[in-house]
């Protein structure tokens, strides 16, 4: 009977696929803006709290016939310390287990597209299974993740299950100088994408002033099982603040490539600051040779550059009058609506503050979208508060860089962010500078921001990069 007890154990951790299964899972996308093909998985979900490190009496959850009839039902996003869980911990919580299980169904209409899970943020590590097969895991708490689930749908209903932990490599990474709390405390989506698609955006204003400014647009395509069509093509328009459209453009994909590059000149631009946050709207559409996804995206026209040591916006210096600010919410802890999002942004301008250090990590994705509306500098941070002993071991340099990666990815199109953070108050070590390096290979046109203590600042005699 032990034998069997054993073997049933074994069976229930071991993974139901292939590694390169689970890293086929985790792919760099757009989430679409097209709200009919988006779904939210928030609310209610089934849940089971486990007080240590060992889940293996659980080990079956993910199961479908597996029983639940004595779990809780918890609501997500949710902190398992503000709804009574566990006590709140400083910094890093001890190790704790939580087990979730969610039923969703997939639209109709969504009939051979890729359909992916997005998780925009879980305290802490996770990892998931869908109708009972492993799909991934995902260790950086603050950064957004999604993960192709094609291939584990079945017709009806489906068995979403996922597994939180807090210890895993670089745990320490996500504790920082607040409460260490646990959960999954951000948006649950599902979206979908057809076989060709774009798997990156990216847009750039430079070369700014009051007469001009140049709009560079690279859309990186790519596809699901074959290769991208030769009659692919990028059509789209955009609109000033006030709704005149100001250019149209198609462009067509080259032969071997997989990029389309476009670049438009606005003549006398509305330009984007804390004052005066003009916001211009792009419609684009990809074809293959039908229109297969159309997108709108909002962007301001703006430019940071460091002159002489001085700070400066369109070719004006600016004064920062800075916060830092940690997501919290007195009652929900790590579970920040946007209705208090928007009442902090707007209390701060009140008070004459125009600049959010974001401490210390990535916020939700809608926050950016309310700066960017209501005029806010922002500093984005690539996540790494504490941990600082791990910065000395060069095996830790993947867990930066996925990091790193996963924060310019999502944010670099936001007008609101001016600079990039590497870290919060770590030592300079190499595989900081690295990680610092590879944010400034990603994205050229921010300055990027090593943030020290100042006596350790001081210790370096202004030998820094």
């Not at 939180?164 to 607040?178: P, R």
């Not at 709207?281 to 040779?289: F, G, K, Q, T, V």
């Not at 993947?398 to 953070?421: E, G, M, Y």
Request: hydrophobic fraction near 35%.
């Amino acid at each position: 009977m032990k034998k069997y007890l054993f073997m049933l154990l074994v069976l229930c951790l071991m993974p139901a696929n292939n590694t390169a299964q689970i890293l086929n899972s985790l792919k760099d996308i757009i989430r679409p803006t097209d709200p009919s093909l988006i779904r939210t998985l928030n609310g209610q979900w089934d849940f089971y709290f486990i007080n240590g490190a060992d889940w293996k009496e659980q080990a079956c959850f993910y199961q479908p016939d597996y029983d639940i009839s004595s779990w809780d039902r918890i609501l997500v996003p949710g902190c398992w310390d503000a709804l009574g869980y566990v006590e709140p911990k400083y910094a890093n919580p001890e190790e704790i287990n939580g087990l979730y299980r969610k039923n969703f169904t997939v639209p109709k209409g969504w009939k051979d597209k890729h359909v992916f899970l997005s998780f925009d943020g879980v305290l802490r590590g996770y990892e998931i299974w869908v109708n009972g097969n492993y799909v991934g895991k995902w260790e950086s708490s603050y950064n957004t993740c999604h993960f192709d689930v094609t291939d584990f749908l079945k017709k009806g209903e489906n068995l979403l299950a996922v597994r939180v932990y807090t210890h895993y490599k670089g745990f320490d990474f996500d504790g920082n100088d607040d409460w260490g709390q646990v959960g999954i405390n951000r948006n649950v989506s599902m979206f979908a994408i057809p076989d060709t698609h774009l798997k990156d955006f990216t847009l750039r204003t430079d070369s700014v002033s009051n007469e001009s400014a140049r709009i560079n647009m690279m859309f990186d395509i790519a596809s699901f099982t074959s290769s991208v069509s030769a009659n692919t093509y990028i059509e789209g328009l955009i609109k000033e603040p006030g709704g005149k459209i100001v250019a149209r453009f198609r462009e067509e994909l080259q032969k071997a490539e997989q990029q389309i590059s476009k670049e438009i000149i606005l003549d006398n631009p509305f330009l984007w600051n804390a004052e005066t946050p003009h916001l211009y709207r792009l419609e684009y559409s990809l074809y293959a040779p039908k229109r297969v996804q159309h997108f709108t995206v909002n962007f301001g026209v703006r430019e940071v550059l460091v002159e002489k040591n001085v700070i400066k916006l369109n070719g004006k210096k600016i004064k920062l009058r800075g916060v830092d600010l940690h997501e919290t919410d007195p009652f929900n802890g790590k579970v920040v609506s946007e209705e208090l999002n928007l009442k902090d942004l707007r209390m701060m301008k009140d008070a004459n503050v125009n600049f959010i250090r974001c401490s210390h990590y990535p916020r939700d994705p809608r926050f950016y979208e309310l700066c960017d509306s209501i005029g806010m500098y922002v500093m984005d941070e690539v996540p790494f508060g504490y941990g600082d002993s791990h910065l000395y071991d060069k095996s830790y340099q993947d867990i930066l860089l996925t990091r790193a990666d996963a924060t310019v990815r999502r944010d670099k199109n936001h007008p609101s962010v001016l600079f990039w953070s590497i870290g919060n108050e770590n030592p300079l070590t190499t595989i900081a500078e690295e990680t610092g390096r590879y944010v400034k290979r990603m994205d050229p046109t921010r300055p990027i921001c090593y943030p020290m203590i100042h006596n350790y600042f001081l210790s370096l005699d202004f030998n820094i990069p």
